[in-house]
């Protein structure tokens, strides 16, 4: 009877249904609220990833995602292993080869931690290495890309700037050619945050929830001055607890 009383008492006390816990882990996403979004919305469909943990709480697969083609498939995956100080990301799908004979393709994102559990650096196949800079308040303030083993020889310099509240105010990319010369510089501002917290900051391992990451809350508008201009508005839904939530 006691436990009872008290499992009603945190129920009265945070605002949730008998039904329905606190829990602000994402079980999946729509490609809407993401990176992808731009690529993926010509499509002119409901996209949505979905996550699964381990024991841990630690994120060991994510079904769905893109192809080699910029087209959304449900044969896509994201299988998760956890060595060391080593994240390591298989990413795998499906795709027609001859007399329709179904080849995999696998390809593999190596994320290396420093002792504290932040990122030091990506090794992504087929040779992209990216490392990063951290501020006092253990914030990401600089992510430097570059490629060996590609046709182009370009580094990607992206910096990030934070408002008082933590949210990611600004990020600037600056593309940069092998003789040095600044190729194109790309300009994203965020906006119109929640007071919600962060469920995508678990998801920093994926490309497409990685800016969503970075901030304590989540934003509802960006802006991208570039090549192509961009102009994106969100609407999410929360549970009765005040967390962002997409699948059940």
Known sequence: MKQYSLFLI????????????????????????TEYYSILSAEGKKIDFKIQYNYKGQVIKRIGGVTNSFTFSE????????????????????????????????????????????FKTINKDPGFTTSFLYNKNNQI???L??????????????????SVD???????????DKNNNITDTITEEFSNYDKSPNSFK????????FLRSLSENNYKKSFSIGTENWNNEWEFNYDSCGNLKFIK
Do not use: H
């Open 10 to 33: 945190i129920i009265f006390l945070f605002g949730c249904k008998a039904e329905e816990f606190c829990n602000s882990r994402l079980d999946g996403y729509p490609s809407i609220a």
């Open 141 to 143: 303030v600089n992510k």
């Open 202 to 209: 678990i998801l920093r391992i994926f490309d497409d929830t």
């Open 75 to 118: 044969n896509v995956y994201d299988s998760i292993i956890y060595v060391g100080d080593t994240i390591r990301i298989l990413n795998i799908y499906w795709y027609p080869f001859e007399n329709q004979i179904f080849r995999n393709f696998q390809a593999k994102t190596d994320i290396i931690l420093s002792e504290n559990g932040n």
């Open 166 to 176: 933590g949210n990611l105010a600004l990020s600037k990319t600056i593309f940069i």
């Open 145 to 162: 890309t570059y490629c060996d083993n590609c046709s182009v020889d370009m580094t990607w310099n992206t910096t990030f700037t934070y």
